[in-house]
């Protein structure tokens, strides 16, 4: 695991495409294909208020990213993202850069994520990592959006 420099050319790169990948495979799962995501380019990307985290391949290769922000006000961990390059899937990847993050960088406070509801992989995910499901929203028609936190000290 380690952080990733979105102020490099080749990681931007990399993150966006790996990001339209796993995006795409939920696009498909939640039968939705506007999330922001698929339609962001890089500089939108680069420009959010984001801190990256990657797991890397033997290779140096990103196979899996999370990223997140502190939340003004209450001071919630906000997961923005959890993507992982489909040929990486079901090996753990998501899981480990969590607990990471939620262990080693950030161990306390509470955080929020959401998915699209019918994402059944990403909500057994966050489950199981004891995230409570808050409730259900629906940002745009066909569009229904599973909102969790998890309640830290």
Same mark, same amino acid.
């Given at each position: 695991?380690?952080?990733?420099?979105?102020?490099?050319?080749?990681?931007?790169?990399?993150? #966006?495409?790996? *990001?339209? $990948?796993?995006? &795409? /495979?939920?696009? %498909?799962?939640?039968?939705?294909? *506007?999330?922001?995501?698929? $339609?962001?380019?890089?500089?939108?990307?680069?420009?959010?208020?984001?801190?990256?985290? *990657?797991?890397?391949? %033997?290779?140096?290769?990103?196979?899996?990213? /999370?990223?997140?922000?502190?939340? &003004? *006000?209450?001071?919630?961990?906000?997961?923005?993202? /959890?993507?992982?390059?489909?040929?990486?899937? $079901? $090996?753990?990847?998501?899981?480990?850069? @969590?607990? #990471?993050?939620?262990?080693?960088? /950030?161990?306390?406070?509470?955080?929020?994520?959401?998915?699209? &509801? %019918?994402?059944?992989?990403?909500?057994?995910?966050?489950?199981? @990592?004891?995230?409570?499901?808050?409730?259900?929203?629906?940002?745009?028609?066909?569009l229904r959006v599973a909102q969790f936190?998890?309640?830290?000290?």
């Amino acid at each position: 695991m380690c952080e990733l420099d979105l102020a490099e050319e080749a990681a931007a790169a990399a993150v #966006h495409q790996l *990001g339209r $990948r796993a995006y &795409a /495979v939920e696009s %498909d799962l939640i039968g939705f294909d *506007g999330i922001p995501a698929l $339609r962001e380019g890089v500089e939108e990307m680069r420009a959010q208020p984001l801190r990256w985290l *990657g797991a890397m391949t %033997d290779d140096g290769q990103i196979a899996a990213f /999370v990223a997140w922000q502190r939340l &003004a *006000g209450e001071g919630a961990l906000d997961i923005d993202r /959890v993507c992982v390059d489909p040929v990486w899937f $079901r $090996r753990g990847l998501a899981s480990r850069l @969590l607990d #990471h993050l939620l262990t080693d960088l /950030v161990p306390n406070g509470h955080v929020l994520v959401s998915t699209g &509801a %019918d994402n059944l992989p990403a909500v057994a995910l966050y489950e199981r @990592l004891g995230f409570s499901r808050v409730g259900t929203i629906e940002p745009a028609p066909g569009l229904r959006v599973a909102q969790f936190r998890l309640i830290r000290d």
